[in-house]
């Protein structure tokens, strides 16, 4: 007989017998050496495709002849490749994005993920294949979380932002444009307004609250008047 077994798994086999006596001997074989132990089981880490296993019993029942030996079918092992789930969602992810995880694999193996999803912090988790997925392994995807933060000051007339994103734009908060040349991290305003900045990094946006900066551009003031 045939058995189908997955590729380096641990399998077990189990015996029934007849006639055995109350202490028969177990010796299994495997392709025609002896392994395992005195016992009705057998459990082997791996198999190869193609090992046979059998089972040899010496029974001590009071009928029988002294070291009697009865010899079982033969097990001819058949191993199956293992299968990975195979998945192209994204794994890089802006903070507080919403993230589905699927339930079933491009190749179609269906499953569980752990932990649950988190989308505050870069995670790794686990897609672990439900029992009547033939051969399938657990694998793991890790999903990167951006998430941007940033610090405005405004000090001499000037405004920088402090922040762990990589490209700035700075706004005109009074009609919501981006202003030319504006892409530092510090902006000094030629005209009294409100101004915003706006953080990128891996696709993922910080806008700053509007930070008014006025009496731009005036150096000094002259009155004259006669009488």
Known sequence: AASTICEGSEVTFNSSIDNGGNQPVYQWLLNGTSVGDNNPTLTLSSVNNNDIIQLVIISNATCAPTNAMAFSNEIIVSTQASVTPSFDFATSICKDATVVLPTTSLNGIEGT?????????TTTYTFTPIATAACATSTTKTIEVTGITGT???????LSVQSNGTSFQWIDCATDLAIDGATAATYAPSTPGSYAVVVTENNCEWISECFSVSNVGITSIETSFSI
């Open 152 to 158: 405005v000051t405004v000090e001499n007339k000037v």
């Open 113 to 121: 993920w752990s932990p649950v999803v988190n989308n505050q912090v």
